[in-house]
């Protein structure tokens, strides 16, 4: 009884890490957000932007402030999209 429980844990495991390995194939999207910015980032303090994949769950501009940090913001925000006007023509 015991080796059949240890080779069914066994055969679970292993399972579980395929799917792991298989979710995280070459066209996983490396970056993307899960949650926006609740506060509008004073536009000053901020360097560059970028779009995640289109593979990602939600749609997002990562805004890149001058200190390295990365803000994900709302794209459909109008303040975002202004930013990302700005910072395309600097």
Known sequence: MKA???A???LLL???CSYIQAQYGPNTPTLCCFSYASKKIPQVHLLS???PSSMC???AVIFTT???REICADPKAQWV???M???KQN
Request: overall charge positive.
């Open 14 to 16: 292993a399972s579980c």
């Open 85 to 87: 006007k700005d910072l």
């Open 57 to 59: 769950s939600q749609p």
């Open 66 to 68: 001058k200190r390295g």
């Open 4 to 6: 059949a429980v240890a």
């Open 49 to 51: 932007y970028k779009v």
């Open 8 to 10: 069914l844990t066994v």
């Open 81 to 83: 999209q202004d930013y």
